[in-house]
């Protein structure tokens, strides 16, 4: 089995910054890839960044140059650092991570994080 544990939510000023933390743990050999995600209610789903395999990060168009996506290989753990954060980066966020299973199957499989609460507000 996998757990995601997501953590680093809260209440900020508009302009401050947060670091959104996704860890893996269990039947983990590594991370392929991640997505982050964010959800306001009665709105769908919005990815907001990705972290493929490649390794090239892809955002979408309203974070671009404030929000990073990155992992640690180390600690099998994913990363959304948040900068300049703004009222409308309100919502729930959400962690989705590829997981390379353990030997000898090394199966990659998806799994969502719990969500964790991002609100920006003075």
């Known amino acids: 089995q996998v757990q995601l544990l997501e953590s680093g939510g809260g209440l900020v000023q508009p302009g401050g910054s947060l670091r959104l933390s996704c860890a893996a743990s269990g039947n983990v050999f590594g991370i392929n890839g991640a997505d982050w995600y964010r959800q306001v209610p009665g709105k769908e789903r919005e990815l907001v960044a990705s972290?493929?395999?490649?390794?090239?990060?892809n955002y979408v168009d309203s974070v671009k140059g404030r929000f990073t996506v990155s992992k640690d290989n180390a600690k099998n753990t994913v990363y959304l650092q948040m900068n300049s954060l703004k009222p409308e980066d309100t919502a729930t966020y959400y962690c989705?991570?590829?997981?390379?299973?353990?030997?000898?199957?090394?199966?990659?499989?998806?799994?969502w994080g719990q969500g964790t609460l991002v609100t920006v507000s003075s």
């Open positions: 989705n991570v590829e997981v390379i299973g353990s030997p000898p199957r090394f199966r990659l499989s998806k799994y």
């Open positions: 972290l493929p395999s490649s390794g090239k990060a």
